[in-house]
């Protein structure tokens, strides 16, 4: 059975989004939306999917969990009995506290700080193997999801084993060839291959390398996805002619009116070159392709404090970017982007990025059938 009958899309077009009408909108458009479940807590987790159920037609779609290898144990076993901020050292809150003070950043209104830090702490302190599973319960409660797919490491045997009873298909983010067989060892049912280009958590390695790469690690016994630096549908074609059963995109979502940013946050994204979109740890810890900023070079400099794991140095630097938005301080504002954000100008919608990705890959594959090679 072919990844588009077991999944059921129309279109190989997979949107990453923490928005749910992002989500919706693609699902409906013919792709396969998937929800960004890791910044929520279990509670609102449950209303968000609740919400997809009602609005998608009765069509499939995803949910992405973040079950990192590398976390503080502390904060997993704390998770609900203590504070997560009495874990982040005072060098680092007061790192992060004078940046923001010298910049003439404002605290943000004590009742705010309450709310933000709240859904902060219990959203972040999802990513860890326990948080992650407390998500994956509740989106066994919800027949339409069809595809989890878990990022920054394989899922564990019992995750596996619980989806599996549900008949749901289960991925695997990847960014280099050896965690694809890992991946795979584990029982997966497919990989997404996500190049260096993409936004949010990256590694080393180009899209155009680590696709081949990828399918040989596996075999090609599961189906590959390729993620990273997909806007347009020529760059569709490509990914497909390397034999990826479709692409998985995420950071042209945000450009849309239905995403979950503020016109402030998608005009910085829309003001963004291509090489604003850089490579660093301060997000959470691990390297994250990120918007630069003042904030995210300030962590890079000789005597900044050392990295924390997930989910500390999350929820340290969430707390800190919602000031930032709260000011509309584009020179302090570093959210996830990928390389692709140097081609997104203005904004535009969901159902608008599928259509012309989708006229542009039909394009091209006539173009490519037309093209005299030289042979027979
Ligand atoms: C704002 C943002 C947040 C992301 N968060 C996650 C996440 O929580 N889990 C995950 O697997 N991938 C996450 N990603 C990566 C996407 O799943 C996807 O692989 C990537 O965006 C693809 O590359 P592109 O940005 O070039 O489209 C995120 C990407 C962005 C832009």
Redesign the pocket.
């Known amino acids: 059975m072919s990844l588009k009958q077991r999944l059921g899309f129309q279109v190989p077009i997979f949107a990453?989004?923490?928005c749910r009408d992002v989500v919706v909108e693609v699902t409906k458009a013919g792709g396969y939306g998937?929800l960004?479940?890791?910044?929520f807590s279990p509670e609102q987790l449950e209303i968000e999917l609740t919400w997809i159920d009602s609005h998608v037609d009765g069509r499939p779609y995803g949910v992405?969990?973040?079950i990192p290898g590398k976390y503080d144990h502390e904060a997993e076993v704390g998770h609900g009995k203590i504070d997560l901020h009495d874990l982040i050292p005072d060098e680092h809150k007061n790192f992060m506290a004078k940046i923001l003070a010298d910049e003439g950043v404002l605290e943000l209104p004590h009742d705010e700080r309450e709310r933000i830090n709240a859904e902060i702490i219990t959203g972040r302190g999802a990513m860890t193997p326990d948080g992650a599973r407390r998500l994956v319960e509740v989106v066994l409660r919800h027949p339409q999801v069809k595809l989890v797919?878990?990022?920054?490491g394989p899922p564990p045997p019992d995750v596996v084993a619980k989806l599996r009873t549900q008949g749901i298909t289960i991925g695997a983010?990847c960014g280099r060839p050896k965690h694809a067989a890992r991946h795979k060892a584990a029982g997966v049912d497919l990989v997404?291959a996500?190049?260096t280009?993409?936004?949010?958590?990256?590694g080393e390695i180009s899209?155009l390398v680590l696709v081949p790469q990828v399918i040989d690690a596996v075999g090609g016994e599961i189906p590959v996805i390729a993620?990273?630096?997909?806007?347009r549908g020529s760059q569709i074609a490509a990914a497909l002619a390397l034999g990826a059963e479709g692409?998985?995109?995420?950071?042209?979502?945000?450009g849309t009116r239905e995403s979950e940013l503020t016109p402030f946050e998608r005009q910085a994204y829309f003001d963004a070159q291509t090489e604003d979109a850089v490579r660093r740890r301060c997000r959470t810890g691990k390297t994250?392709?990120?918007l630069r900023s003042r904030l995210s070079e300030a962590w890079e400099q000789p005597g900044a404090p050392a990295y924390l794991d997930p989910p500390l140095q999350g929820i340290l630097f969430n707390e800190m970017t919602a000031r930032v938005i709260r000011a509309e301080r584009a020179d302090l504002y570093s959210?996830?982007?990928?390389?692709?954000?140097g081609t997104m100008t203005e904004e535009t919608t969901v159902r608008q990025v599928m259509y012309d990705m989708q006229v542009e890959l039909a394009d091209t594959l006539e173009r490519l059938g037309k093209l005299d090679l030289g042979g027979q």
Do not use: Y
């Open positions: 990453f989004s923490h998937v960004g479940a890791s910044t992405d969990v973040i797919v878990s990022a920054l983010m997404v996500q190049g280009e993409a936004g949010g958590h990256s899209t993620a990273g630096g997909f806007g692409v998985w995109c995420g950071t042209v979502w945000l994250v392709r990120m959210f996830p982007a990928g390389q692709v954000v």
